[in-house]
């Protein structure tokens, strides 16, 4: 059974989303690359800071002090690959080796029973 999303999940969720219009093309294997792309981390980060244009080598930090859960929340890959991990290294994972979209993976944050049709 999964657990319904917790408050700061649904906050994550919705960050994620402003981030990811800031910068419209989705990074992998990077937070930021170029002056238009971010992975799913790096859009949340975005999504409460306002970064320079120029963010490429930018890290985030400390997001886990605004979204406890990811750390404190502990999923299984949606995609089946047996990983049982906290949200942050999922997020990772999902936009580096799943490239599931930065919109899929807030959607899957903010209500992880409902996987997004396009992942299934």
Known sequence: MVEP???DQRELADAILVGAKRRPIQA???YYRGQQSSCAL???Y???YRLPEAAEGLR???LDRFFDCL???IRRCPEGCMKRL???WLIVHLNDKHHWTREQIAEWVADPAQLPHTAQ
Do not use: C, H, N
């Open 5 to 7: 999303a917790r408050d």
């Open 86 to 88: 906290p949200i942050g």
């Open 60 to 62: 985030p930090m400390r």
């Open 71 to 73: 750390e404190g929340v």
């Open 46 to 48: 975005e999504g409460i």
């Open 28 to 30: 992998f294997g990077e």
């Open 42 to 44: 790096g859009a949340a």
